[in-house]
């Protein structure tokens, strides 16, 4: 009799079902292969633009901001009239706008005109200054000049840079005169001589 009980008891341990703490590291593996699922499928759909539904779309080799000309591209060097500022008048400048002596080159790059006090507008030429030497050189108002109604006009912009050898640098240089301006020569001071650029002003 002791020896029956004693193998029931035995029988009875082997049949106790495995601790449920024996499987913990079979859930955890589980889990950790759904969580890398779902995170594989959301970024894929992220990369699909599948949460970008309200974002503009690019087409694909489109420049972002395409449609404005850049300064010095074909559309820019055209002498056709631009809008000044979006004030309604428009500026006419050679196809030509490079200029240079000995190792220093202007470059105009856009022009525009505002209105200024009562009878005034002011036209601001943006210019870049190349030097090709190895010394500092001036960037300022006392290079240029505005010829307008038979009057030498000077600048009133303030510029007063340097540009370093071997270097270009990019500025604004802008005149005031009679709002019924309509033709004026812009004049580039070089010290062996200089360079004048042809403008035309239509007002609104």
Same mark, same amino acid.
């Given at each position: 009799?002791?020896?029956? /009980?004693?193998?029931? #008891?035995?029988?009875?341990?082997?049949?106790?079902?495995? %601790?449920?703490?024996? @499987?913990? &590291? =079979?859930?955890?593996t589980?889990?950790?292969?759904?969580?890398?699922?779902?995170? /594989?499928?959301?970024? #894929?759909?992220?990369?699909?633009?599948?949460?970008?539904a %309200?974002?503009?779309? @690019?087409? &694909? =080799?489109?420049?972002?901001?395409?449609?404005?000309s850049?300064?010095?591209?074909?559309?820019?060097?055209?002498?056709?009239?631009?809008?000044?500022?979006?004030?309604?008048?428009?500026?006419?400048?050679?196809?030509?706008?490079?200029?240079?002596s000995?190792?220093?080159?202007?470059?105009?790059?856009?022009?525009?005109?505002?209105?200024?006090?009562?009878?005034?507008?002011?036209?601001?030429?943006?210019?870049?200054?190349?030097?090709?030497?190895?010394?500092?050189?001036?960037?300022?108002?006392?290079?240029?000049?505005?010829?307008?109604?038979?009057?030498?006009?000077?600048?009133?912009?303030?510029?007063?840079?340097?540009?370093?050898?071997?270097?270009?640098?990019?500025?604004?240089?802008?005149?005031?005169?009679?709002?019924?301006?309509?033709?004026?020569?812009?004049?580039?001071?070089?010290?062996?001589?200089?360079?004048?650029?042809?403008?035309?002003?239509?007002?609104?």
């Open positions: 009799m002791l020896r029956y /009980g004693t193998r029931g #008891g035995n029988d009875m341990a082997d049949a106790k079902p495995t %601790n449920w703490w024996a @499987t913990l &590291p =079979g859930l955890l589980a889990a950790a292969a759904v969580i890398t699922a779902v995170t /594989g499928l959301l970024l #894929g759909l992220g990369q699909l633009g599948v949460f970008d %309200n974002m503009p779309v @690019t087409a &694909p =080799g489109s420049p972002i901001g395409a449609g404005s850049q300064p010095g591209s074909p559309a820019s060097a055209s002498s056709k009239p631009t809008p000044g500022n979006g004030t309604g008048w428009a500026v006419s400048l050679p196809a030509e706008r490079k200029y240079r000995a190792d220093v080159e202007y470059e105009v790059l856009d022009a525009q005109v505002r209105p200024d006090v009562a009878g005034k507008i002011t036209l601001t030429f943006s210019v870049r200054c190349s030097n090709y030497g190895r010394y500092d050189i001036n960037f300022w108002d006392a290079t240029f000049r505005l010829n307008a109604g038979g009057v030498s006009v000077s600048p009133d912009s303030g510029l007063n840079d340097l540009v370093a050898g071997d270097s270009s640098k990019s500025g604004d240089v802008s005149f005031t005169v009679p709002a019924d301006t309509r033709d004026a020569v812009l004049r580039i001071k070089f010290p062996q001589g200089e360079s004048t650029v042809q403008v035309a002003l239509s007002p609104p």
